[in-house]
């Protein structure tokens, strides 16, 4: 039996400026793609689950081409067009495959194309003919029933963090396999909910709460999957939202699609519960003060790399500056290349006059000019410890700056912080600090959720702002809760 495996990943920000190209993207070539096997991610865990279930059955793995970048702005029409082409050639030049996984994000938008994956799905469909064609997507997927008409299983990211990434894609290879041995096809249903969800973690409140609901709802209806898509609101397309997709065998259609509508039902009834407390940089700093045990972890949601915002945003920075933590607060890390390279150019123990960050836009807040000390370089190649466990990450030249004696961390790549890893590297122990501030909106509770006393949101004008009514919608027609009190859900 063969199996190929290929993917396009790209969450994509429409409210940023600039647009996505080739040198944006990362890359993992037909053999190279074996390399990220044990690695917790969606190219790892599909890549894994094949060598596994080539121990047990005779399996030949077809890797392709796995495409993925940061989030950012809307991707050039040619790098889309080109890697399509790549995937499309590749696929016809190997020959015939029994089944296809295709590892997805959902939220892809292409210059001329609002629904990558839909327009990606149909291609590959085209190409392979009838065999099972299954995919994982990531949570924040904004599901359209195109890309569920031309796909055998739908497996979506469970759980904010996305630590299960690697296990969604082993789901999506399993469900493939199985189909080609039993001669069976999925079928996928989507149903959207005109619903824009702030981004909501999936370890405590309504979010785990909610995703408890979905598994046991799983669970009950006895089909291939069950999933729910929390949705990209950062995406101005007619098709944002959350939603509910059932995977079903012909028989199992009636539980499922039954399942999928108490679910979204259920969603719709509780949406108030998803809106969270939006706070200034001030009003986070001034509530961590109140917190009687450190670590507290203020993570500035707004400006978080990893849902398309620069990462160089100086609120919640100002704000810690103003109240004057001094040593009592770390900060990892803010990405502004040009300071740190003149950290690694002036060397350990220099003392630099720089303007630090709020240099891509004007929404994140003006530079901040200041006097620093290099106390710590790096090189800014990690290992992720926690979410994409085992996975590489680059953040560049990275300098551990002293500022009125707080500990702030500059790298130069946009990243956003994972885990405690950005401390480490620069010899930062953030179980010494009370404040422990950090630009991410939820992946960063992976690493950090056992060890904080308390974590705090700062929602500080941004890209990734809570606030969702700050973001003009031209192109879709449709009412939107919460923007919207007018929504309606049947
Ligand atoms: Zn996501």
């Not at 702005?73 to 499309?88: C, H, M, N, P, S």
């Not at 696929?91 to 292409?110: F, I, Q, R, S």
């Not at 450190?294 to 990462?311: F, R």
């Not at 109240?323 to 220099?350: M, N, P, R, T, Y």
Request: aromatic share 6%.
């Amino acid at each position: 039996m063969r199996i190929a495996i290929t993917g396009i990943s790209h969450e994509t920000n429409t409210y940023c400026g600039g647009i996505t190209t080739r040198e944006d993207f990362y890359t993992y070539r037909g053999k190279d793609m074996l390399a990220t096997a044990g690695q917790e991610s969606d190219v790892g865990g599909a890549i894994d689950a094949c060598i596994r279930w080539s121990k047990e059955i005779p399996l030949e793995i077809v890797p392709i081409l796995y495409a993925g970048a940061q989030p950012s702005g809307v991707i050039q029409r040619q790098t889309y067009e080109d890697f399509k082409a790549e995937i499309l050639s590749e696929m016809a030049a190997t020959g015939p495959v029994d089944c296809c996984v295709l590892l997805l994000h959902g939220a892809g938008v292409v210059e001329g194309i609002a629904d990558l994956e839909g327009d990606l799905a149909a291609a590959v469909r085209a190409t392979l003919g009838d065999v099972p064609i299954t995919a994982s997507f990531d949570l924040h997927a904004n599901l359209t029933q195109a890309m569920a008409d031309q796909l055998n299983g739908i497996f979506v990211c469970q759980q904010y963090p996305h630590i299960d990434l690697h296990q969604r894609a082993a789901e999506a290879v399993a469900a493939a396999l199985n189909m080609v041995q039993t001669k069976r096809r999925g079928i996928c249903r989507v149903t959207s909910l005109p619903m824009l969800m702030p981004t909501t973690t999936t370890f405590e409140g309504i979010g785990q709460t909610m995703l408890q609901a979905l598994l046991a709802a799983e669970e009950n209806a006895g089909c291939i999957n069950l999933s729910w898509c929390h949705g990209f609101p950062y995406t101005d397309v007619a098709h944002v939202g959350a939603s509910v997709v059932a995977s079903y065998y012909p028989e199992q259609a009636v539980a499922a699609q039954e399942a999928a509508k108490q679910f979204a039902a259920n969603l719709w009834r509780r949406r108030q519960e998803f809106i969270p407390l939006s706070l200034s940089g001030e009003q986070a700093v001034a509530l961590a003060a109140e917190q009687p045990q450190g670590p507290v972890v203020i993570h500035e949601t707004s400006d978080n790399c990893g849902g398309g915002a620069p990462g160089d945003g100086t609120h919640l920075l100002r704000a810690m500056l103003e109240a004057k933590l001094g040593a009592a607060a770390c900060f990892s890390f803010l990405v502004d290349a040009e300071v740190a390279g003149a950290a690694h150019q002036a060397g350990v123990g220099a003392t630099l006059r720089v303007s630090l960050g709020g240099k891509t836009d004007d929404l994140h807040g003006d530079s901040l000019n200041i006097v620093a000390y290099v106390k710590a370089l790096h090189d800014g190649r990690l290992i992720m410890q926690h979410m994409f466990r085992g996975a590489p990450i680059n953040l560049g030249p990275m300098a551990r700056l002293v500022v009125e004696d707080m500990d702030i961390v500059v790298a130069s790549r946009r990243n956003q912080t994972f885990d405690q890893e950005p401390f480490l590297a620069l010899g930062i122990d953030v179980m010494k600090y009370h404040y422990v501030a950090l630009k991410s909106s939820n992946h960063f509770r992976a690493g950090f959720q056992h060890i904080a006393k308390a974590i705090i949101t700062a929602d500080t004008p941004g890209l990734n702002t809570h606030r969702l009514e700050v973001f003009p919608r031209q192109t879709t027609t449709r009412r939107l809760w919460p923007v919207d009190e007018q929504a309606q859900f049947n």
